[in-house]
């Protein structure tokens, strides 16, 4: 196979236009006057953690590098030579809106028109200092001053805002660029992952925080501490940074203490992270804003340096998104006692003290009583705020029943006569016009394949995985034998034989009776393919889809009676591995790379030797295989069609894994974990980065940091899988369940799933465009399970139950959709069902006895089958290697 480069992977058309366009911007921004005056030279600083490059004509940052590897730069200081023009932001810079008695907003920024500051003499801890009034236009009722400063070691970034004015006036809006080097233009993926970093905000008031990571994962990491009136309100876009946002570059943001003078006017539709706030300064009063900067050994080291540093710690048990039956925890760290809570809305949550352990943690019981999104806000003795952003959910089950009723009635698609043989179907829909797409001029949102057309069927069928409705799968199976086996997918005795259609509906009206396309869409674009474009098979990321459906299906059909009719099990089984071979035969480019849902091959070879398919499992594993020794001759083995991606992690994680190939697993790991934070808040805790798939599957298209798009649930299963081998490491399970659970958080209360959760301050809600979630929802429904785990500093913990302790018995009811996986720390044991469902499970912590006990039987469940990753032994008939269980008509106990 093909070394996987940067420009090798550019070859799709969409990145062609995107990154011409980028490439213009760039052309634009070198021809522009220097205003930056680089040729003036720099001032070197240091601390014990940094050493720090500043232009001595702006004062702001030119280079932040740890003193541990001076070679590597936080900023984009390799671009300082173009990126020196009016308009562009800079470490250092600051943005403000303020207003006068009876007068409008204004905005200030120092990054607007470049001019030489005064530098100001030092004493002290003071490093640099500097009067940035040139900066600012004649007139400009505020001085300001920035200092940089070596505080007991440790680096801190202090503005002086002083009203020079004879009057009051308001600071509506104050923000501080945070620029920092995740532009990943022009650069292969060894230079991204060595050279730029990715980062992350904790908007929760004075105890936010801002992460930044490099991209391999290793440290040092790079924490941004509140030390001086620098609450962490919000978290603004710098849309007016003329650097080109595109798939190589997500933007920057600033962080924002005070933000009234938004929220209430380009704001005032989004419900925002905070209440906004705005300062007023007498005249001739002053106010100092600043920041700290903390260096961390290694990314699961943060908490442990909050600890240290004295800051505010909150870990929330199973995580942020919060089941209306799941008993929460919230667990507390600091060096003040809570003096109260806030709740809003009203009733959304409530909250009981329980006790404070001997680590020193508060603990505190949290249940969700109202759907959608609540803000729990902790005010602490010395009267520090802390707030925690909660998305309440209903139960799992429901959640999921929801979804597959809205996934099949509401999304379900049977025009008669439909010129692209679309029916039946479950098709993508709009939320905003509560109508069924049928016609976009993104051709795969209506054409039922790519990620962002499969994304409505392929949600629907992994629905039936966990929670089997045999009215859903009586559709499905129409489906199946009428849309895609011989439409979506090649079903004739040919070379094309199971490949998978780019689309089904194309553009190209030479073809189709006149007004079969809509006048009102613009289809003189790339993404308008033509026939021959759509029925192309070359494109690897389609199969998956098509792969898990038909394992689907087999699961259904071999572990449950009556519920799938049309077939039997081996011909979806067959058609599952068929599919798998044609990806890396007829899509054998792409398949290079790892695939969105790639997990799904191995879950079907696992199968295949279940089976005794011996000669089929052997060329399967044999292809992939393959596939596995190329990622291992690269040093970032998880490349894609873009520039750089995260979701080809998930397959290469689980098949690196499966062939032994730790290193490359690890390193693996080690990205995933560098992209995918845990922090308090549901929409950022094991969110996995994506920001141009509103592009390609939304309908709101912008690049933009997107809340839980399918790489949260996906990037889960890789960190789950390594938490089930080192149960000790509690870093990867908030991490894997924040992922997990931020897979289903954006599901409406009737049932939509969304692709994704708009981030941006503006809007704060989700896309009306189902787009590709169904990607999403594999990754929960394959990885969905309960784990039990005592840790360290918190003590006996379940994610996805409700845990009770009674003297040496750990009793944990179940609460997840599919109650089929159970994973106890304390014994390194997985405990799955291939079918039937788990009631509760107790752990005897003094003879170390787990006892089970299974829910009873169905019309189409009459038998459980119980696997066990360890020799246990059980006065059960083994079939296919699962314990084999007749179930009863009242919950049965079964003791290892």
């Known amino acids: 196979m093909k070394k996987i480069t940067l420009l090798a992977v550019m070859i799709c058309c969409s990145l062609v236009s995107n990154n011409l366009q980028a490439q213009e911007y760039w052309d634009k921004i070198k021809a522009e006057k220097s205003t930056l005056e680089i040729d003036k030279g ?34 984009p200081g390799d671009r300082l030579s173009i990126r020196d ?9 600051i943005n403000f809106r303020i207003k006068e008695a009876n007068g409008a907003w204004k905005n200030y920024s120092s990054a607007a028109k470049r001019a030489s500051v005064k530098e100001l003499p030092v004493s002290g801890t003071t490093l640099a200092a500097a009067d940035l009034s040139n900066a600012f236009p004649a007139g400009t009722p505020f001085t300001v001053k920035r200092y940089y400063e070596n505080k007991n070691g440790e680096l801190v970034m202090r503005f002086e805002i002083t009203n020079n004015s004879s009057a009051a006036v308001e600071i509506g809006a104050l923000g501080i660029p945070m620029v920092f080097n995740n532009i990943l233009e022009g650069k292969s993926l060894d230079d991204t992952h060595a050279q730029n970093v990715f980062f992350d905000p904790y908007i929760g008031k004075d105890a936010g925080y801002l992460e930044v990571k490099r991209l391999s994962g290793h440290g040092p990491a790079l924490l941004l501490l509140p030390e001086e009136n620098m609450p962490f309100e919000a978290y603004r876009p710098l849309l007016d940074d003329a650097t080109p946002r595109s798939i190589v570059f997500e933007g920057f943001h600033e ?39 903390v260096l961390v050994d290694e990314i699961k080291d943060i908490q442990k340096t909050l600890i240290e540093k004295e800051r ?109 043989h679309r029916n039946p179907s479950v098709i993508s829909y709009d939320y905003e016009t509560k109508k069924q797409v049928s016609q976009d001029s993104r051709v795969w949102i209506a054409g039922l394949s790519d990620e962002g057309g499969a994304g409505g069927w392929l949600g629907a069928i ?25 439409g979506i997918q090649y079903n004739t005795a040919d070379t094309l034989k199971y490949g998978v ?94 695939q969105m849902e790639g997990t799904v091959f191995l879950l079907i070879l696992k199968d295949l030797k279940t089976e005794g398919y011996t000669e089929m499992a052997n060329n399967l594993e044999a292809k992939m295989k393959a596939r596995a020794d190329h990622w291992r001759t690269l040093n970032y083995p998880f490349g894609s069609e873009m520039p ?116 941006y301050p503006e809007t704060l809600r989700i896309d009306y465009l189902s787009g590709d979630y169904g990607s999403g929802f594999f990754g929960y429904a394959v990885n969905t399970a309960t784990f039990i785990t005592n840790e360290k500093d918190l ?65 189409y469940t009459p038998d459980a089958y119980l696997r066990i990753d360890q020799d246990v032994k059980l006065p059960y008939e083994k079939v296919r290697g699962a314990y084999k269980i007749a179930l009863k008509t009242k919950a049965i106990q079964i003791k290892l």
């Open 644 to 759: 750089w991606d995260s979701t080809g992690q998930e397959e290469v994680y689980m098949w690196s894994d499966y062939f032994g190939y730790n290193d490359k697993a690890k390193i693996t790991l080690d990205a995933i974990l560098a992209y995918m934070p845990t922090m308090p808040n549901w929409a950022y805790n094991g969110n996995a980065r994506r920001y141009w798939d509103f592009l390609y599957g939304g309908k709101l298209s912008r690049v933009e940091r997107q809340i839980h798009h399918y790489g949260s649930a996906l990037n889960a299963i890789p960190v789950l899988e390594q938490f089930r081998k080192t149960p000790d490491d509690f870093h990867l399970l908030k991490v894997g369940y924040g992922g997990l659970l931020g897979g289903i958080s954006n599901i409406t209360e009737d049932g939509f799933g969304p692709s994704a959760f708009h981030s």
């Open 255 to 293: 962080w924002m203490p005070l933000s009234k003078a938004y929220a209430e006017n380009e704001w005032k539709s989004a419900e925002q992270w905070n209440t906004a706030t705005s300062l007023t300064l007498a005249p001739g009063a002053s106010k100092n804003f600043s920041l700290k900067f």
């Open 42 to 75: 720099y001032l070197n600083l240091s601390t014990k953690s940094f050493q720090i490059k500043l232009l001595k004509s702006s004062q702001t940052v030119a280079a932040l590098s740890p003193v541990t590897d001076k070679t590597f730069d936080f900023t």
């Open 85 to 93: 023009k009016d308009g562009l932001y800079h470490l250092g810079d």
């Open 501 to 594: 259609k780019k689309s089904v509906f194309y553009y190209e009206p030479t073809l189709m009776p006149e007004g079969t396309y809509s006048k009102d869409i613009n289809y003189k674009t790339w993404a308008a393919w033509d026939k021959k474009g759509s029925d192309d098979p070359g494109r690897s990321y389609n199969y998956p889809h098509v792969a898990a459906a038909h394992w689907t299906m087999y699961r259904l059909a071999r572990y449950h009676k009556g519920l799938v009719t049309n077939h039997t099990w081996d011909w979806y089984l067959k058609n599952a591995y068929e599919t798998s071979i044609a990806m890396t035969t007829l899509a054998p480019y792409y398949a290079q790379f790892g």
């Open 462 to 486: 992994m629905k039936q995985l966990i929670e089997p409705n045999k009215e859903e799968i009586d559709k499905l199976q129409q489906f199946v034998d009428k849309t895609l086996w011989g």
């Open 312 to 420: 505010p710690v909150a870990i929330g048990i199973p995580g942020y998104v919060l089941p209306q039956d799941v008993d929460g925890q919230l667990f507390l760290q600091y060096k003040k006692a809570v003096k109260s809570f806030k709740i809003e809305p009203e009733g959304a949550l409530t909250i009981e003290a329980k006790r404070k352990n001997e680590k020193g943690y508060f603990q505190y019981k949290v249940n969700g009583k109202k759907w959608g999104r609540a803000r729990l806000t902790v005010t602490y003795e010395d009267g520090l705020q802390q707030t925690i952003n909660y998305k309440v959910i209903k139960s799992e089950k429901d959640v999921v029943a929801d979804f597959g009723h809205f996934s099949t009635t509401a999304q379900w698609f049977n025009e008669k006569n439909d010129p692209f």
């Open 795 to 859: 003590g006996w913990l379940a994610f996805g139950g409700n845990l009770k302790e009674k003297g040496d018995e750990v009793e944990v009811a179940i609460t997840t959709a599919a109650k089929s996986k159970v994973f106890i720390g304390a014994k390194k044991i997985w405990l799955t069902l291939d079918a039937g469902t788990f009631q509760k499970v107790s752990y005897n912590t003094k003879t170390e006895a787990i006892t089970i006990t299974l829910d009873p039987k169905t019309a």
